[in-house]
């Protein structure tokens, strides 16, 4: 497996830090319709011996989820695959989450040492909805049934062009991963709904981006999990929570109720050898910027994790 990050913002200083800490792939964000941007991060990326794997976050599906797309969105999202394509970059994380991305109802939860997590409650949400009612009961934007409709037709339509690009689509689950939230259906919520994916479309090129955080929420075995899902899991969101869809709060890497160690040994056993990069990381003290996306946190996750990467190789004679 490969030490894979997120960067923000991706420049000379934050690519030599990780570099420094052994960071081998950078995820980049969707670039736009020009191939530019990406070849620009790509070059820049090289320069401190990294190299692009990834696209994750901001694309141009969201009437593709909702199916109402008039064809617009369908063709940038062939055009990105063939582009990532052409310039190797071998994996696109993507979800199906309609009319919202992970949500957050705090930002700056304490934490050890006073670090800041960002949390999540629904009673908050609610308590924020019911202060702003409509009494007029408001129809789903899309229902369960036709969000899997729609998700059959995107992966019908996008992995011949993902196989002849040589490009794997991998979906990322529900963040927090309840059936509804904000009066809109979602679907990629439990273990289940992941293995009807896969059985879906059984294509190598449709896989699940494994983020740990979502499925501990989800309140399952982590290490089990990772074995059922197998050889499925090609991407991998390596964080930690504690609590329940409803109510849960972000941890440090080595400070939430996961056995981490556990979960790099079920990687090695299914063979995982994909990227794999530290998530919604701490805010540390004096630090400023996204919570979840700063970079002191990030450092520290990164050593933590190659400790784990070296000591489950030893454990597995690799």
């Given at each position: 497996m490969?030490?894979?990050t997120?960067?923000t913002?991706?420049?000379?200083?934050?690519?030599q830090l990780a570099a420094?800490c052994?960071?081998?792939d950078?995820?980049?964000r969707?670039?736009?319709?020009?191939?530019?941007?990406?070849e620009?991060t790509q070059?820049?990326?090289?320069?401190?011996g990294?190299?692009v794997?990834v696209?994750?976050?901001?694309?141009?599906?969201?009437?593709?989820?909702l199916g109402?797309?008039d064809?617009t969105e369908l063709?940038?999202?062939?055009?990105l695959?063939?582009?990532?394509?052409d310039a190797?970059?071998?994996?696109l994380?993507?979800n199906?989450?309609?009319?919202?991305?992970w949500?957050r109802?705090?930002?700056?939860a304490?934490?050890?040492?006073?670090?800041t997590?960002?949390?999540f409650r629904?009673?908050?949400?609610?308590r924020?909805i019911?202060?702003?009612a409509n009494?007029?009961?408001?129809?789903p934007?899309?229902?369960?049934?036709?969000?899997?409709v729609?998700?059959e037709?995107?992966?019908?339509e996008l992995?011949?062009?993902?196989?002849?690009a040589?490009?794997t689509?991998?979906?990322h689950p529900d963040?927090?991963?309840?059936?509804?939230?904000?009066?809109?259906a979602?679907i990629m919520n439990?273990?289940?709904s992941?293995?009807?994916l896969?059985?879906?479309?059984?294509?190598s090129r449709?896989a699940?981006?494994?983020?740990?955080?979502?499925?501990?929420?989800m309140g399952v075995?982590?290490?089990?999990?990772i074995?059922?899902?197998?050889?499925h899991i090609?991407?991998?969101h390596?964080?930690d929570?504690?609590?329940?869809?409803e109510?849960?709060v972000e941890?440090?890497?080595?400070?939430?109720?996961?056995?981490?160690?556990?979960?790099?040994r079920?990687y090695?056993a299914?063979?995982?050898d994909g990227?794999?990069r530290p998530?919604h990381?701490p805010v540390?003290v004096g630090?400023?910027g996204?919570?979840g996306?700063?970079?002191?946190g990030?450092l520290?996750?990164?050593?933590?994790i190659r400790g784990?990467m070296?000591?489950?190789?030893?454990?597995?004679?690799?």
């Open positions: 490969r030490l894979a997120v960067l913002p991706i420049n000379e200083a934050n690519l420094q052994g960071v081998t950078l995820v980049s969707y670039f736009g319709p020009e191939i530019a941007s990406l620009a070059r820049l990326a090289e320069r401190h990294l190299r794997s696209v994750e976050g901001y694309l141009p599906i969201e009437r593709l989820k109402t797309d064809g063709a940038a999202m062939k055009r695959l063939r582009q990532m394509g190797g970059v071998p994996l994380c993507y199906f989450m309609s009319g919202t991305d949500v109802t705090k930002l700056h304490p934490a050890r040492g006073g670090a997590v960002t949390e629904l009673q908050d949400v609610e924020a019911s202060l702003n009494p007029t009961p408001v129809k934007l899309v229902t369960a049934e036709e969000l899997w729609n998700v037709r995107f992966l019908q992995l011949p062009v993902a196989e002849a040589g490009v689509l991998a979906m963040d927090p991963p309840l059936p509804m939230f904000l009066g809109r979602r439990t273990v289940e992941f293995e009807r896969m059985a879906l479309a059984p294509s449709n699940i981006c494994f983020c740990q955080g979502t499925f501990a929420t075995d982590i290490p089990a999990t074995r059922r899902l197998g050889s090609r991407y991998v390596f964080r929570v504690a609590g329940t869809p109510s849960f941890t440090f890497h080595d400070d939430g109720p996961t056995d981490m160690a556990e979960a790099m079920a090695r299914i063979g995982f990227p794999l998530d990381v540390y630090e400023e996204e919570p996306y700063t970079m002191l990030r520290f996750a990164y050593g933590y784990l070296q000591a489950t190789a030893r454990d597995s004679g690799l």
